[in-house]
């Protein structure tokens, strides 16, 4: 290849990578017309570009095209594929299943043969290795996710690793293995690692660091290497992959210095075993995304160290990202990628044009100053990509950096190659244990004395750009350092200045915010100074809680309300008293809670920042009333504006409660998430909501919201949401607030209907 094409190939890809996101109707065609066009006017580097960018844009659309169809949710399937990941966790294991077969086990569905990855649940599974062939009886559903502000975007994670279902497996009719996994050395080794007499920490680093293993770290050290800015030491990335590459080339050289003295320089055949060397370490890893892009960066990294023909550093840059690009496009969206990515376009900034550090002194200033320029570059995509920021990570990553390259991932690697003299091996990695116990210790030295900092929502984008920005100010050659030095100061205090606005910052303005949950409850209220929850989110069998995932640990609510004892509306308690300080719980009488609480019964009223609470029923009696029935009713209302949260209640105790309602209400949570029993004809002609909110699951099997329901909030007039549909639905009441409705999905779905933008559907079901 030409130098001078990396560029355009790496711009092909691109064009293609947004092509096939885009997916806009004709543009496959579009480019078949382009692509003969050129071929007719004898443009053929114009027509390989075109080429280039249809090849990228199918294999997205293919991913895209391949997911699962809404005709097939929750429809019994059999697939028959190949395991490529099992995880357990107690009692379950999670699967990663790519698919080579599907089929409805019913006639009528339509056909699943575009599946070529999912996801799977399976309770009590059989032991179960990867690269087994399986067949197994599943319920998908296609990818998706709770949408709530500031949160993991699941169904973006599940896009970017190409799978296109979810669901769980059946015990009936019951699985069968089909065929055992084929050999490999990956598997042997970590078997072979399991016997060896290791600290589980040592054992589960040591998998890590030397194999990419990093589903065999727990919980607690990603949570350490998170709040220390050391995650990226954990996965196969090109520092383990140059180093395997580099050790193999210093070796070859060595030997090729002792049988050609005179002509060493001008082997070949060392740069081809490196490069081999780089490639077999990669596949040994899994050649997973990470490594995958570690072995290409290295590869073409190598071409240009070798001088042979080679590229330059920015052109070999533009051909690395176009090879990894072209090899996985799902990869646009990884944040690993454009982290990697960046972090070698600030070093070819930085060194370029420099002369080779002199001495074990100048590598060691070349080495300090190098890490203090990619701090801050680092620092501003880590924030950017994960809303966080790791204090310490600039200083860490001065010790972890070396101590990882130079020795930790040397010893572990030297430890495997020395695995026919145990003695030896056991040497290397009880070494490998003590240097791991002490850089643990650091980083949770680290960790206490500089913790963990998730900066407010509005200071994330302005606060990434200005580190970002400050690196390439100290990474720019020629420029005088007093410049830098005051353009980094304006710079870092532009975002510091921003002032942290609360969500409600005035008296007399409620924000309430009905949290995505999936079939369940939860809902904000919040005013310049209080802060409360209705109902708490359901508690899943897996004994994942959405409440866990929507705040960081030590939050302050003052009243939470839960609606009564069901798992949907009171299952994320456990969370919330883990996680979260609560100063009063209020409950229905008689629901049975694992924490204190007090009554909540109609009559009793607060008013905060202006806002009045009432609590409207049940009564003080309440024995004669199912759980549905002695839910919680909640209205806060200011001035004018009012919003209603019923909880599960019925049409019957709906109208006993009626005549304490106002005479409109701005926003209502439906009851019982829009079944049919709730949402009564009375209440609805009575309240003629504004907005009404449908708290549901996406394909639920319940059929929320009815049918009949929501034909009868619109012939009222009411602008209806579905958290199912919307995610998160976020609405300001007060004199002084804005008027719109906010969703965490975007909108574009919606064609027209009550209200403008409002739900024109009348029911999913």
Do not use: K
């Amino acid at each position: 290849m030409q130098p001078g094409l990396a560029i355009p190939l790496a711009l092909a890809v691109l064009a293609g990578v947004l092509g096939g996101h885009l997916a806009a109707p004709g543009a496959i065609e579009a480019l078949a017309v382009g692509l003969l066009v050129m071929l007719a006017g004898r443009r053929v580097r114009l027509a390989m570009a075109l080429v280039v960018v249809a090849l990228v844009a199918v294999q997205l659309l293919m991913v895209r095209g391949g997911e699962l169809a809404p005709g097939l949710t929750r429809q019994d399937l059999r697939l028959e594929g190949r395991l490529v990941s099992v995880e357990s966790d107690a009692r379950l294991a999670r699967l990663t299943l790519e698919v080579t077969e599907c089929h409805p086990l019913a006639e009528t569905l339509p056909d699943c043969r575009g599946l070529e990855r999912v996801r799977l649940s399976f309770f009590d599974a059989p032991a179960m290795v990867p690269g087994e062939r399986w067949r197994l009886t599943v319920r998908l559903r296609p990818p998706s996710g709770f949408a709530n502000p500031g949160t993991f975007d699941y169904r973006g994670w599940l896009w970017r690793e190409g799978i296109q279902a979810s669901g769980y497996v059946r015990r009936e009719p019951a699985p069968r293995r089909l065929a055992t996994a084929p050999f490999l050395l990956r598997r042997l080794a970590l078997a072979h690692l399991d016997e060896q007499g290791l600290a589980a920490r040592h054992r589960r680093w040591l998998a890590a660091l030397t194999l990419g293993a990093s589903e065999r770290l727990e919980t607690r050290d990603w949570d350490l290497l998170n709040a220390t800015g050391t995650t990226h030491l954990m996965v196969i990335s090109g520092l383990h992959v140059g180093l395997v590459a580099a050790f193999a080339l210093w070796l070859a050289r060595g030997l090729a210095r002792l049988v050609t003295p005179g002509a060493w320089r001008l082997a070949v055949w060392p740069w081809w075993l490196a490069g081999a060397a780089a490639v077999g370490y990669a596949g040994l890893a899994g050649l997973e995304p990470p490594a995958l892009r570690a072995m290409i960066m290295t590869l073409v990294g190598m071409w240009v160290a070798s001088g042979r023909h080679a590229p330059g550093p920015w052109q070999a840059w533009w051909l690395a990202l176009a090879l990894v690009l072209l090899a996985d496009p799902l990869s646009a969206w990884r944040p690993g990628l454009w982290l990697s990515f960046a972090a070698v376009a600030l070093l070819i900034l930085v060194w370029q044009g420099r002369a080779r550090p002199q001495g074990v002194g100048g590598w060691l200033r070349a080495l300090v100053r190098t890490q203090l320029l990619l701090a801050p570059l680092m620092a501003a995509a880590v924030l950017l990509a994960f809303d966080r920021l790791a204090p310490a990570a600039p200083l860490v990553n001065l010790v972890a950096v070396p101590l990882v390259s130079s020795l930790l991932v040397p010893l572990g690697l030297l430890g495997w190659l020395t695995a026919w003299l145990p003695p030896l091996s056991a040497l290397c990695w009880a070494l490998f244990g003590l240097l791991v116990d002490g850089l643990a210790s650091l980083l949770s030295l680290a960790a206490t004395w500089l913790p963990l900092w998730r900066p407010a929502p509005s200071r994330v984008v302005p606060l990434g750009l200005a580190l970002g920005l400050a690196a390439l100010l100290w990474a720019l050659p020629g420029l005088v350092p007093r410049l830098r030095l005051v353009g980094t100061a304006l710079l870092l205090l532009v975002p510091l200045g921003l002032s942290s606005s609360s969500p409600v910052p005035v008296e007399g303005l409620l924000r309430v915010r009905v949290h995505d949950v999936g079939q369940g409850q939860l809902v904000e209220l919040r005013t310049a100074g209080y802060r409360a929850l209705y109902d708490t989110g359901p508690r899943f069998g897996s004994g994942f809680m959405p409440l866990g995932s929507l705040w960081p640990p030590g939050q302050h609510f003052d009243d939470v309300l839960i609606s009564h004892a069901d798992q949907d509306h009171a299952g994320g308690l456990p969370a919330l008293r883990e996680q979260h300080r609560v100063t009063r719980f209020l409950a229905p009488p008689g629901e049975v809670l694992d924490v204190a609480a007090e009554p909540c019964t109609a009559g009793r009223e607060w008013r905060r920042d202006g806002v009045t609470f009432r609590i409207l029923w049940p009564p003080a009696e309440t024995g004669e009333l199912s759980s549905n029935d002695r839910s919680c009713v909640l209205l806060a209302s200011v001035g004018e504006h009012h919003v209603l949260i019923t909880g599960d209640v019925g049409r019957n105790a709906e109208r006993r409660f009626l005549a304490a309602l106002p005479s409109t209400v701005t926003l209502l949570v439906a009851g019982h998430h829009g079944s049919a029993t709730s949402s009564g004809l009375l209440l609805v002609r009575r309240l003629a909501p504004r907005h009404v909110v449908f708290s549901a699951a996406r394909d639920n099997p319940f059929g929320h919201p009815a049918g009949s329901v929501v034909r009868r909030f619109r012939e009222v007039g009411s602008c209806l949401w579905n958290t199912a549909r919307d995610g998160a639905v976020t609405l300001w009441l007060g004199a002084d607030a804005r008027r719109d409705v906010r969703t965490e999905r975007p909108a574009a779905w919606r064609q027209g209907g009550v209200g403008g933008s409002c739900l024109a559907l009348e029911s999913p079901h």
